[in-house]
């Protein structure tokens, strides 16, 4: 080999992602890690650490079918002013790390209280809340590939505690705002489309149905948007655009956070059990299995649908080490499954803290990306 042939290929490989293979497949390589290696992926190198943070890689990823879900969660710590953002680690091969453990994120850019939550795609959206108690139509979405926060355009009114879920890729957002009758039927609902940026009303529900201003739940059951308030709760089917009552069984015992897995409306009640709603035989279900390993969710805890898993996550207990205190934060991944006679169990497949925050921090909320 001539010493040019010998110049031009130290060149090349100076540039490559992996010495001597060509960066295409160099980059199928590496698409292929399980993010749980991510941390360690992006000591070997800045080039590593660029590309496992660049949209290049994540549409590599979901070309090869390596995408999976992950857990986000928002968390108020008093040591800062808005919402900071984690997301969950698992199955980390650093034996001088714990197995799960959350990695922090920018926070969200306002200090909001009461915003609404969607993901879409690879994108989380915080949606309205107040801002030193007036509320605001500000609405700013996290791309969660690479840890940036952008401002999305503004709803057409300011809505704080509104209920909000996506639907074949459309954000619907409801209530959460005081509206007189006339603005009622054009401002109380609206719909955002990403893909177009722009936002639609959405005619309202009759004047029968119940429009409260402030939405303390919301779920999409069925491609269907449940809101509930205090009272009362409405339903919109955005394929048909009819609005109609939550039905009795549901309303009487939902309030608070919760997911849906295969048509199934997991929450907690009012003595702490997670039980389940089964909206084919419109029945609560304890969820079996559990009891004994988990403690009683009376406040503090927030849920998600997880790939299919029910990801459990809660306030602990307050450790005192030296002149702090410190807050546990919990995790627990859980199983679920319908038997043949319509009981809902569940399996836990691992519980353990996940972070520790200062005391006086709050769960606010935490939902599924798939990257």
């Not at 108020?76 to 922090?104: D, G």
Request: aromatic fraction near 10%.
């Amino acid at each position: 080999m001539s010493s040019t042939q010998a110049s031009f290929s130290a060149e090349e490989a100076s540039d490559a992602l992996i010495p001597y293979f060509p960066n295409d497949v160099a980059l199928d390589i590496l698409a292929r890690v399980p993010r749980s290696h991510h941390p360690l992926l992006c000591l070997v190198s800045k080039r590593f650490r660029f590309l496992v943070r660049s949209p290049l890689y994540y549409t590599t990823r979901s070309l090869l079918h390596c995408s999976h879900p992950f857990l986000y969660l928002a968390l108020r710590i008093p040591t800062t002013s808005s919402l900071q953002w984690f997301t969950l680690y698992q199955n980390s091969p650093n034996p001088k790390s714990p197995q799960n453990f959350l990695v922090s994120l920018p926070p969200t850019p306002s200090q909001l209280v009461g915003s609404a939550f969607v993901s879409v795609g690879h994108k989380i959206y915080v949606i309205g809340g107040s801002i030193n108690d007036v509320p605001c139509s500000h609405v700013w979405v996290l791309d969660c590939r690479l840890g940036t926060w952008q401002a999305a355009p503004s709803m057409s009114i300011s809505r704080e505690f509104a209920a909000a879920g996506a639907v074949d890729g459309k954000i619907y957002v409801i209530g959460g705002c005081v509206v007189d009758t006339w603005a009622r039927s054009k401002n109380w609902a609206e719909v955002f489309n990403p893909k177009t940026r722009k936002w639609d009303s959405v005619e309202s529900a009759k004047d029968d149905l119940l429009r409260g201003k402030w939405m303390h739940a919301s779920a999409v059951i069925n491609s269907r948007v449940y809101s509930m308030s205090d009272r009362n709760g409405v339903v919109y089917e955005p394929r048909t655009k009819q609005w109609c009552g939550v039905e009795k069984r549901l309303d009487l015992g939902w309030r608070g956070r919760a997911c849906v897995i295969n048509r199934v409306l997991y929450c907690y009640d009012y003595l702490g059990k997670i039980r389940g709603f089964d909206v084919e035989i419109g029945e609560w279900k304890e969820l079996r299995g559990v009891g004994k390993d988990l403690p009683k969710f009376l406040c503090g805890a927030t849920m998600a649908n997880v790939g299919g898993k029910l990801f459990v996550v809660w306030e602990g207990k307050a450790n005192r080490k030296g002149n702090g205190n410190e807050m546990e934060v919990w995790c627990s991944e859980i199983s679920v499954v319908k038997g043949g006679d319509g009981q809902l169990w569940g399996k836990i497949d691992w519980c353990d803290v996940i972070h520790k925050v200062p005391v006086g921090s709050s769960i606010v909320h935490c939902l599924a990306v798939t990257l």
